[in-house]
């Protein structure tokens, strides 16, 4: 009893030594003063048990936040170059072996910070999608008169481990007009105004992004920083087919779709599901590289007056979407339809009689009634207004595939579809105003 209660105590010292180990490992953390200008370093420095030490800037302004330190022999250094646009609290924070510590100092505005930058567009925490345009605008002012020599560069900053960024040098708008994306005529009257597009990659981080906008000219400097939101880019899709929204019971439907991005372009390499609200799943395969999918004789059977079908579509890149339809399943089963109303079958059945002999009569009494000219006439004109119909239908085809909708593939079926019914057509009435010019 004695030898296990010694090992007993002798385990759960081990345990306290061991957790004390980590809960008192050594983070020291410092810096060389508690108080800044822009455009000054700030030193950060100490001591760490641990080989890493992350460490974190954050604060009202956006700062580029984090970095991760190597400690040599126990100490670690980092030094963060301030900018035009960096000044308020900072709180400058060290983490190592699940220890933190933090440190809090003050950024002023300094003496070359003359130049007034404000941004005019993105909005703060604007969201924009994936394959969106990004559009920086800012305005560059001293004492409230636009400043038009400046140099302005803007950085595209992460938050997250340290990447790599590529500046991006704005244009001043000119003294005559543009149409550029969102310059406007009083940008150019106004003067001071610098911009550029970014467009926003497809594969591009969906998280916080920080933009931060130095203005240099003549000795004076001035920044500005915005904070946006980027999100996955939605996929749209269109249904090209089915046309019908009504359907039988049990058809099998071709379903056909146009899956694009929000900038139009197509989505080629999508991965493209019907999913209906009976619990089928179908995947559609690619027909071209315009971004058309299909799937042959879908299923349509369903115990339901209505089947929701939805198509989900997304890409190797997060990006998703997805578009339903609602098709009216029709029933067609006269024997059933009989059998749960067999108490009126005598009635339907006369009806049915009665019906069929109104029919014959006045079939009867409209052929003593109308000549056979005149009946000819009337058949030609209704072909006639038919291949009106189907020249409307291919004029309404081909301005779908000129705005690929269709691509070239299904474009031809349906042309050669509708040519082959106009020829058609075009024979019968040749056929009926032959027999016309016999009888009159």
Same mark, same amino acid.
């Given at each position: 009893?004695?030898?296990?209660?010694?090992?007993?105590?002798?385990? /759960?010292?081990?345990?306290?030594? /061991?957790?004390?180990?980590?809960?008192?490992?050594? @983070? =020291?953390?410092?810096?060389?003063?508690?108080?800044?200008?822009?455009?000054?370093?700030?030193?950060?420095?100490?001591?760490?048990?641990? %080989?890493?030490?992350?460490?974190?800037?954050?604060?009202?302004?956006?700062?580029?936040?984090?970095?991760?330190?190597?400690?040599?022999?126990?100490?670690?250094?980092?030094?963060?170059?301030?900018?035009?646009? %960096? !000044?308020?609290?900072?709180?400058? $924070?060290?983490?190592?072996?699940?220890?933190?510590?933090?440190?809090?100092?003050?950024?002023?505005?300094?003496?070359?910070?003359?130049?007034?930058?404000?941004?005019?567009?993105?909005?703060?925490?604007?969201?924009?999608?994936?394959?969106?345009?990004?559009?920086?605008?800012?305005?560059?002012?001293?004492?409230?008169?636009?400043?038009?020599?400046?140099?302005?560069?803007?950085?595209?900053?992460?938050?997250?481990?340290? $990447?790599?960024?590529?500046?991006?040098?704005?244009?001043?708008?000119? %003294?005559?007009?543009?149409?550029? !994306?969102?310059?406007?005529?009083? =940008?150019?009257?106004?003067? #001071?105004?610098?911009?550029?597009? !970014?467009?926003? #990659?497809?594969? =591009?981080?969906?998280?916080?992004?920080?933009?931060?906008?130095?203005?240099?000219?003549?000795?004076? +400097?001035?920044?500005?920083?915005?904070?946006?939101?980027?999100?996955?880019? +939605?996929?749209?899709?269109?249904?090209?087919?089915?046309?019908?929204?009504?359907?039988?019971? #049990?058809?099998?439907?071709?379903?056909?779709?146009?899956?694009?991005?929000?900038?139009?372009?197509?989505?080629?390499?999508?991965?493209?599901?019907?999913?209906?609200?009976?619990?089928?799943?179908?995947? @559609?395969?690619?027909?071209? =590289?315009?971004?058309?999918?299909?799937?042959?004789?879908?299923?349509?059977?369903?115990?339901? %007056?209505? @089947?929701?079908?939805?198509?989900?579509?997304?890409?190797?890149?997060?990006?998703?979407?997805?578009?339903?339809?609602?098709?009216?399943?029709?029933?067609?089963?006269?024997?059933?339809?009989?059998?749960?109303?067999?108490?009126?079958?005598?009635?339907?059945?006369?009806?049915?009689?009665?019906?069929? !002999?109104?029919?014959?009569?006045?079939?009867?009494?409209?052929?003593?009634?109308?000549?056979?000219?005149?009946?000819?006439?009337?058949?030609?004109?209704?072909?006639?207004?038919? $291949?009106?119909?189907?020249?409307?239908?291919?004029?309404?085809?081909?301005?779908?595939?000129?705005? $690929?909708?269709?691509?070239?593939?299904?474009?031809?079926?349906?042309?050669?579809?509708?040519?082959?019914?106009?020829?058609?057509?075009?024979?019968?009435?040749? +056929?009926?105003?032959?027999?016309?010019?016999?009888?009159?």
């Amino acid at each position: 009893m004695d030898m296990r209660k010694t090992a007993f105590l002798s385990s /759960f010292s081990l345990i306290l030594i /061991f957790n004390s180990f980590y809960a008192f490992a050594r @983070l =020291d953390l410092m810096t060389d003063k508690d108080e800044y200008q822009t455009g000054e370093t700030i030193k950060i420095g100490g001591f760490s048990d641990s %080989d890493n030490v992350t460490i974190s800037i954050v604060s009202l302004f956006q700062l580029d936040a984090v970095r991760l330190v190597n400690a040599e022999k126990g100490s670690f250094a980092y030094d963060y170059q301030t900018l035009p646009g %960096d !000044y308020g609290k900072a709180l400058i $924070r060290a983490e190592s072996g699940g220890v933190e510590r933090e440190k809090q100092v003050f950024i002023s505005k300094g003496g070359t910070e003359s130049l007034t930058t404000e941004f005019i567009t993105p909005a703060n925490n604007e969201r924009f999608y994936r394959g969106g345009n990004l559009t920086l605008k800012v305005r560059v002012s001293k004492d409230g008169a636009p400043i038009n020599d400046a140099n302005v560069s803007c950085n595209l900053m992460f938050p997250g481990p340290f $990447r790599p960024v590529t500046p991006i040098n704005l244009i001043r708008v000119g %003294d005559f007009f543009t149409d550029t !994306y969102q310059i406007t005529e009083s =940008d150019v009257r106004s003067g #001071g105004i610098y911009y550029q597009d !970014y467009q926003i #990659g497809r594969g =591009d981080p969906t998280q916080t992004w920080v933009i931060k906008c130095v203005a240099k000219t003549s000795g004076w +400097q001035g920044g500005a920083s915005r904070s946006v939101r980027v999100v996955n880019s +939605q996929i749209l899709m269109d249904f090209l087919s089915p046309s019908e929204i009504v359907v039988e019971n #049990g058809a099998h439907l071709d379903v056909m779709l146009r899956v694009y991005y929000q900038d139009g372009s197509p989505a080629v390499n999508a991965l493209v599901v019907l999913e209906d609200s009976d619990g089928r799943l179908a995947k @559609l395969d690619k027909l071209s =590289d315009s971004g058309i999918y299909g799937f042959k004789n879908y299923d349509t059977t369903s115990d339901n %007056d209505y @089947l929701a079908v939805t198509a989900i579509a997304s890409d190797d890149m997060g990006n998703a979407g997805k578009k339903s339809i609602v098709l009216r399943i029709v029933r067609n089963n006269i024997g059933q339809m009989m059998y749960k109303l067999w108490w009126t079958v005598p009635m339907v059945m006369t009806i049915i009689l009665l019906t069929l !002999y109104l029919e014959k009569q006045v079939e009867l009494s409209y052929a003593d009634s109308v000549s056979r000219p005149k009946k000819l006439k009337n058949s030609i004109a209704e072909l006639e207004q038919e $291949r009106g119909l189907i020249s409307a239908s291919k004029a309404s085809v081909e301005e779908n595939y000129y705005k $690929r909708k269709v691509d070239e593939k299904a474009f031809r079926h349906m042309m050669e579809d509708y040519e082959r019914k106009f020829i058609e057509l075009g024979i019968k009435i040749k +056929q009926l105003k032959r027999e016309l010019r016999d009888l009159e």
